[in-house]
């Protein structure tokens, strides 16, 4: 590795590799988990890629629940529940739930 830049791309390639590797583990113990938490996992992905996860997770959400917190638009608009939170008056969270499949917030 020879400058930052080198680096950065090192650390991209792994972490873009990371969602396949978590999958691939689960496949490969046997035992199934009833909830993940995958956090920014799709970060370093790109749009294709990102497509591709979500497809996956979709697949395996028949055995198992995943929660995952994202940014990113794709993966959002592939969730059958978002959840956040706002802070309406200071001081004051809120938790808000919309259910994309029936349309309920």
Do not use: C
Request: aromatic content about 4%; charged content about 30%.
């Amino acid at each position: 590795v020879r400058d930052e830049a080198e680096i950065r791309g090192h650390r991209r390639t792994y972490v873009g590799a990371l969602p396949g590797r978590i999958v691939q583990g689960m496949r490969r113990s046997g035992t199934r988990n009833p909830v993940f938490l995958l956090d920014e996992v799709d970060a370093a992905l790109d749009d294709s890629n990102v497509a591709r996860f979500d497809e996956l997770l979709r697949e395996l959400a028949s055995e198992s629940q995943f929660l995952v917190i994202t940014h990113n638009k794709a993966s959002i608009e592939s969730a059958d529940t978002l959840f956040g939170i706002t802070m309406q008056e200071p001081g004051l969270s809120k938790l808000v739930t919309v259910d994309l499949v029936h349309g309920e917030a």
